[in-house]
C-alpha cells in the first residue's frame, strides 16, 4: 500500500488517463477525489469504486472555472480533512490545427483547461500543502510539451507551459518539502486520440511525419498511471522538477 490514508485530487478522473491514476491510486490505498467535467461519467466512475470497496468522493468540476477549482479543493478538505497529492490530468486537444489555421475559440479553450487548469490547481493546494509541509504536484503534459512538431500550435505552447509551470513550482516550493512533477506521454489509447474528426489535416500530416515506423505501439492508459503512482509516492522523494517522457523510446531516436 503505497499510498495509504492519502489524499489525492486527480482531474480529468471519469475517463482515460486520469480515471487509470485514480483506480492505481485507490488499489495503494488512497482516498480518491474524482474531479471531472462530464458528470455522467464521474458518477458512473464514482459508483464502480464504491462497488470495489475504494473510498471515492466525487466533484463535478470545470479545471477553466476559479469557482469550481475552489469548491474541488474545499470540498476536499471538508470531506477528508486533507489534500497530499494533486494530478492535473484534465487536458483537451486543439484538432491539430497548425500555426496559420489557429482558431481564437480553440487557442482560449486549449490554454483555459490546460494551462489555466493547472496554474488554478496549483495555486489552490500550494497554501495546503505549505502548512503540512508536504505535498505532491503530477501534471499531465506531453511529447508536445518536449518537442515541437508533434501536435498542433496551440497544444504544443500548452504543453510547453505545463512543462515550464512544472519546474517552476519544483524549484520555489521544493525547498518546503513540496514536490512536482509532469509526464509526457506519446500517444495513449483514450478516447482523447480514437478520432480525427475535424482535424487540420495540414497540422496533422505535419505532426506525423517521420513518425511512421519509429513508435512501435501506442501505451495504454495503466502503463502512465504506473508512472504516476511512483511519482505520487514516497519512492520518488528525490525527484523534483522532471518532465518524464513516455513514448516507448521514440523521441529517443
Ligand atoms: N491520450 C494521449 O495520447 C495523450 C498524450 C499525451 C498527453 N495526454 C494528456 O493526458 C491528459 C489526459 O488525456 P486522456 O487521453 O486521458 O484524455 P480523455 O479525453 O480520455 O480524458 C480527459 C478527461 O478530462 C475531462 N475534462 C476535459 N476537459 C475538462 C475540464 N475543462 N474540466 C474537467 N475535466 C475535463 C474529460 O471529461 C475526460 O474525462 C490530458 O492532459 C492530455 O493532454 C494525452
Avoid at 471519469?14 to 461519467?41: C, L, M, P, Q, R
Amino acid at each position: 500500500m503505497r499510498l495509504e490514508n492519502k489524499v489525492a485530487i486527480i482531474t480529468g478522473s471519469a475517463s482515460g488517463i486520469g480515471k487509470a491514476i485514480a483506480t492505481k491510486y485507490a488499489a495503494e490505498g488512497a482516498k480518491v477525489v474524482i474531479a471531472d467535467f462530464n458528470e455522467e461519467a464521474l458518477h458512473a466512475t464514482v459508483e464502480a469504486f464504491k462497488a470495489d470497496q475504494k473510498d471515492a468522493f466525487g466533484v463535478k468540476v470545470n479545471v477553466a472555472n476559479e469557482e469550481d477549482i475552489q469548491r474541488m479543493v474545499d470540498d476536499t478538505i471538508a470531506h477528508y480533512g486533507r489534500v497530499d497529492i494533486l494530478v492535473n490530468c484534465a487536458g483537451v486537444l486543439d484538432n491539430m490545427q497548425a500555426a496559420h489555421n489557429v482558431e481564437d475559440a480553440i487557442w482560449n479553450r486549449v490554454m483555459d483547461i490546460n494551462v489555466g487548469g493547472v496554474m488554478r490547481g496549483v495555486r489552490k493546494v500550494l497554501p495546503y500543502f505549505q502548512e503540512q509541509k508536504s505535498g505532491t504536484i503530477i501534471n499531465l503534459a506531453s511529447i508536445s510539451g518536449l518537442q515541437g512538431g508533434r501536435g498542433g500550435f496551440t497544444y504544443t505552447a500548452a504543453k510547453h507551459a505545463v512543462a515550464g509551470m512544472t519546474k517552476n513550482v519544483a524549484s520555489h516550493y521544493g525547498p518546503l518539502g513540496i514536490r512536482c512533477n509532469a509526464i509526457a506521454p506519446a500517444q495513449v489509447d483514450t478516447g482523447m486520440t480514437q478520432s480525427t474528426d475535424g482535424y487540420d489535416m495540414f497540422g496533422l500530416t505535419q505532426s506525423v511525419r517521420g513518425v511512421k515506423g519509429l513508435m512501435h505501439r501506442v501505451a495504454q492508459p495503466e502503463e502512465i498511471a504506473n508512472i504516476a503512482l511512483f511519482l505520487a509516492s514516497d519512492e520518488s522523494s528525490y525527484v523534483n522538477g522532471v518532465v518524464l517522457a513516455a513514448d516507448g523510446g521514440w523521441s529517443a531516436y
